[in-house]
């Protein structure tokens, strides 16, 4: 059974820094793309970054370019997401994704999904 876990959201003040983690089971996932969206309330889920499978190519939403970083252990199967300098428009729910598509900004380019993990930045 495939399966997408993140873990890492929380309650953080503004200017702090959190880590979400995404372990990815279930199958082989070489040559995978791996990415982050956010759903925040009332809004559409937005892609935030996506990295590939050789972790040599990263591509990031010009909203958080600078600020955030995603980085991947293939040994572990896990991708991260390093969000440093964190604004109260960073609140939402953070999801992970897979992809065989090269690092892909579309959401219908992905066909595993984790649950999410909320994250709250307060001001």
């Known amino acids: ?3 997408l876990v993140e873990s890492g959201g929380g309650l953080v003040q503004a200017g702090g820094s959190l880590r979400l983690s995404c372990a990815a ?3 082989t996932w ?3 793309s791996m ?3 956010r759903q925040a309330p009332g809004k559409e889920r937005e892609f935030v970054a996506v990295v590939e499978w050789s972790r040599s190519f990263t591509s990031y939403a010009d909203s958080v370019k600078g600020r ?3 980085f991947r252990d293939n040994a572990k199967n896990t991708v991260y997401l390093q969000m440093n300098s964190l604004k109260p428009e960073d609140t939402a729910v953070y999801y992970c994704a897979a992809s065989p598509v090269f690092v892909p900004r579309t959401e219908g380019a992905y066909n595993y999904w984790g649950q999410g993990t909320q994250v709250t930045v307060s001001s």
């Open 35 to 37: 990415g982050w969206f």
């Open 68 to 70: 955030f970083t995603i």
């Open 1 to 3: 059974q495939v399966q």
């Open 30 to 32: 070489s040559g995978y």
């Open 25 to 27: 089971s279930g199958r």
